[in-house]
């Protein structure tokens, strides 16, 4: 990456590139473990955790919440300033990728035709910085959920005119990521749900979504793009019930509609956590289907059941992800996006690198631990050994099919003794200490 914002102006001066110093720097602004040269399994670092900066909470957010006004102060003004500003961060930080929706990046407007003019600009702009950088896009999606517009959903909205709105957004966003070489596109249903059945026709609503993702599907792949879109799970928040609840509902629902060739998940750490779920359930929910296909990585907060969007620095949540991760085979064209914000008393700039240093660290970290576990294979041999009565005789023959309801009652019936196998658990736990503090 070069050091695009040198003899422009400085967003952020004072503080040049992150570097990799290791476990013993006492340099706040360097990576303790993340080096993204660095060999794992036989990838880089930079390779397998395809790091991206979030455009909305590190350059639009300003610390706001229902109770207080924003913290924090931006010193960038129009489009332009505030992509030389993310374009400076990106390159400092080194993520080699970035997300936006349309309106963090391009100005909004109530009319179609202003809209797209601005957005056109803004794709210009945004492009001319990838170019001069090297970074590039993870993906790009559109806010189809803060415009008071939108208040009865996108979608699902019961006015045509309205889905009608959100449709120019879609298509708007999907030229501009064919422009910008995006490799992967976005839809979070935000408002795509409801407060009470008492005026909502589900059936109808679920319909609609499925034919406008399927117009969506149909126009990106008519204009090149070739990646996966991606549906982001969520049960609530700030719809009471979000359609997109979790990994099993999508799947469940991309099959039904015959979208499950072109649509994966971009599971989110703190969206899997508010559905009653872990990280690492959500995602390999995703996995198992072959649909895992990004990753927004954060975490929420423990005793706040709102969606807190914090910096992931638990390890031991972040392992257990990366375990799923490095089984899926990696993350294919998706990446580890940090859909998180720095807390609204975290006012100083330098505080938006502490915080994607922390969160790079923990992934760093996390991937080197998981990918010892699998290669010296103790954990993956306990697990199969749960299994092995499938491995031969009868146990073989169900899996295969070759036995009926009444085979496995006969079979019951001479099995007079069955031992009692102990599912290990505490035992697994201590291993996974010894390999996170070794
Ligand atoms: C909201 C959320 C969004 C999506 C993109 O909870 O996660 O930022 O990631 O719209
Ligand atoms: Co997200």
Redesign the pocket.
Known sequence: MSDFYKGSREFFPGIGKIKFEGRGSDNPLSFKFYDENKVVAGKTMKEHLRFAT?Y?HSFCGDGSDPFGNGTIVHPWKNTEEKADAAFEFITKIGTPYY?F?DIDASKDAESVAEYEENYKKTTAILLERQKATGVKLLWN?A?V?SHPRYMNGASTNPDFRILARAAAQVKASLDANVILGGENY?F?G?REGYTTLLNTNMKKELEHMAQFLTLARDYGRKIGFKGPFLI?P?PM?PSKHQYDVDSATVIGFLKEHGLDKDFKL?I?A??ATLAGHSFDHDLKVASNAGMLGSV?ANIGDPQNGW?T?QFPTNIYDALKAMMVILDNGGLGSGGL?F?AKVRRNSTDQEDLFHAHIGGMDTFALSLEIASKIKEEGKLSSMVEKRYESYNSGKGKDFELGKLTLENLRDFAASDTVIPQVSGKQELIENIINQYLFR
């Open positions: 979030a909305w997300c929706h999606t806010n959920f976005v979070w935000g982001e969520k928040e971009n989110e703190n969206h927004d969606d969007d996006n859909d």
